[in-house]
């Protein structure tokens, strides 16, 4: 995997991370919740009264948002070098460990952090250097 540099734009990553940002800090200052994908998700199993509709609006805008960016700027379609097999493989080793590390990589790694929680910083880290050992193990051992 490579980033491609013709099409990376500082100001596109720059306007995701402050809307990221923004949905996290309104998350918190106005409904007292963490921005946390795993959490938002689960929270749909058992459903609670009064708790779904900022749920259901959080994900409608997950969703909305990537299509409405689709019609406005042209963007060259992802080109994703993974199987089918890696590709789920991977999905359930991230769904485990956002359960083995009691939150995702958006509640911790941007909510935790920014709050400075130990336990976040721990979380933060760890998945960091994994996914550091994974690349480095995929792409230059098993290769």
């Not at 007292?32 to 998700?41: V, Y």
């Not at 948002?65 to 359930?92: F, K, Q, S």
Request: glycine share 14%.
């Amino acid at each position: 995997m490579t980033i491609d540099w013709t099409h990376f734009t500082s100001g596109s990553a720059l306007a995701g991370g402050l809307l990221i940002g923004l949905a996290a800090a309104w998350l918190i200052l106005v409904e007292g919740r963490i921005l946390g994908a795993s959490g938002i998700l689960g929270g749909f199993v058992p459903p609670r009264a009064g708790d779904w509709e900022w749920r259901v609006a959080l994900l409608a805008g997950l969703i909305a948002a990537p299509l409405l960016a689709r019609a406005l700027v042209h963007m060259a379609p992802p080109v994703i070098e993974a199987d089918a097999a890696t590709l789920t493989a991977g999905g359930l080793m991230v769904g485990f460990g956002t359960r083995l590390g009691a939150g995702c990589t958006s509640g911790h790694g941007i909510c935790g952090v920014a709050r400075l929680s130990p336990r976040s910083l721990a979380a933060t880290a760890t998945f960091m250097v994994a996914g550091f050992l994974t690349v480095f193990v995929v792409r230059h051992l098993l290769a």
